[in-house]
């Protein structure tokens, strides 16, 4: 590769990573790019081709997989993450042993724990178990 294939302008660089001249000066401050050392004169090329298409190919995997993240999140009925086991209403009702609208009317109001997701209220598990032991022993000390 000779010098000219070496360095490229800031308006190709913008062109190989999709984003605007002005952008590619930022990136050159920042240090994500190589700037060619010595005087510049406008239009040289003065940025690192090298170094352009090695952050074209990093934006390319991060825009892949906010994309693919996207297309998980908008699965009707996929919960929030995987971290968890989560719930829906209907699921969450049956271990509280109320209703659908009791859960998602108490959810709105943020009385108890859950988290609006892909159209639909979600809850931990872990929560609702939580929530269902202090109604049982509120029920058990009613009683007493």
């Given at each position: 590769?000779?010098?000219?294939?070496?360095?490229?302008?800031?308006?190709?660089?913008?062109?190989?990573?999709?984003?605007?001249?002005?952008?590619?000066?930022?990136?050159?401050?920042?240090?994500?790019?190589?700037?060619?050392?010595?005087?510049?004169?406008?239009?040289?090329?003065?940025?690192?081709?090298?170094?352009?298409?090695?952050?074209?190919?990093?934006?390319e995997?991060?825009?892949?997989?906010?994309a693919?993240?996207?297309?998980?999140?908008?699965?009707?009925?996929?919960?929030?993450?995987?971290?968890?086991?989560?719930?829906?209403t209907?699921?969450?009702?049956?271990?509280?042993?109320?209703?659908?609208?009791?859960?998602?009317?108490?959810?709105?109001?943020?009385?108890?724990?859950?988290?609006?997701?892909?159209?639909?209220?979600?809850?931990?598990?872990?929560?609702?178990?939580?929530?269902?032991?202090?109604?049982?022993a509120?029920?058990?000390?009613?009683?007493?």
């Open positions: 590769m000779d010098d000219r294939d070496a360095w490229v302008t800031q308006v190709e660089a913008a062109r190989r990573l999709g984003c605007s001249p002005s952008h590619v000066q930022t990136l050159l401050r920042r240090g994500q790019l190589v700037r060619r050392p010595g005087p510049r004169d406008r239009g040289t090329p003065s940025v690192g081709a090298a170094s352009v298409d090695e952050l074209a190919g990093v934006l995997e991060q825009r892949a997989a906010r693919a993240a996207a297309a998980r999140r908008a699965v009707h009925g996929s919960p929030p993450d995987d971290e968890h086991v989560w719930l829906d209907d699921e969450t009702a049956a271990v509280l042993g109320l209703s659908r609208p009791w859960v998602k009317a108490r959810a709105r109001q943020g009385r108890i724990p859950a988290t609006k997701y892909g159209g639909k209220w979600w809850v931990r598990r872990e929560h609702a178990e939580q929530i269902a032991a202090v109604r049982a509120a029920l058990r000390h009613s009683r007493a």
